[in-house]
């Protein structure tokens, strides 16, 4: 699993089920409230301010205003909002920035994630996810979507680029 993620150069996440636990609630006036990790958002953090050079993408089949402002809060290089073949928006990321299958990390977990788990040199799901998606990924987070699962990926992906330890010691140099 380790070997894989150290040729990541680009984690893609759907959205409802891997960053939130799949809920949303609509008010009386039509509006829309989705809850995300905390845990996930200092993942993506870390990420950016390790300096690992990695894309981060979010591909969601449900546009959602609210998955627009936690993207730009986290500062996700890309957002597919309201994306329902979302092979195409992956074939397209590829195009875009020159990367090959086995360098993309994508986690999902509904059927409508198959086309890219199928695809990328390390597919994840999650526990809460059906097991034919279970089934095509290489790896099943400990956590449930919407509760650190994305942490977990990022943990791993941090920790096949070297020396956990030293990067965890620089992140904390930084903070202080």
Not at 8 to 18: E, Q
Not at 54 to 81: F, K
Not at 104 to 118: A, H, Q, S, T, Y
Request: proline share 2%.
């Amino acid at each position: 699993m380790l070997n894989k993620l150290k040729n990541i150069k680009m984690l893609i996440c759907d959205v409802d089920g891997i960053l939130t636990d799949g809920k949303f609630i609509i008010d009386s006036d039509g509006r829309e409230s989705k809850m995300f990790h905390a845990l996930d958002g200092v993942g993506f953090v870390m990420l950016r301010m390790l300096n690992l050079n990695i894309i981060t993408v979010w591909i969601t089949g449900r546009e959602a205003y609210s998955t627009q402002i936690r993207a730009e809060q986290l500062q996700i290089d890309e957002l597919y909002n309201g994306v329902i073949r979302k092979i195409d928006a992956y074939n397209e990321l590829k195009e875009k920035y020159n990367i090959n299958d086995n360098e993309i990390c994508f986690i999902g977990d509904d059927i409508i994630d198959l086309p890219i788990l199928e695809k990328v040199g390390c597919p994840i799901s999650v526990p809460n996810a059906p097991e034919y998606v279970k089934n095509a990924s290489i790896y099943v987070t400990q956590k449930h979507g919407g509760e650190g699962a994305v942490r977990e990926v990022i943990d791993l992906i941090i920790q096949s680029k070297g020396d956990f330890e030293n990067h965890l010691n620089s992140l904390i140099d930084e903070l202080k």
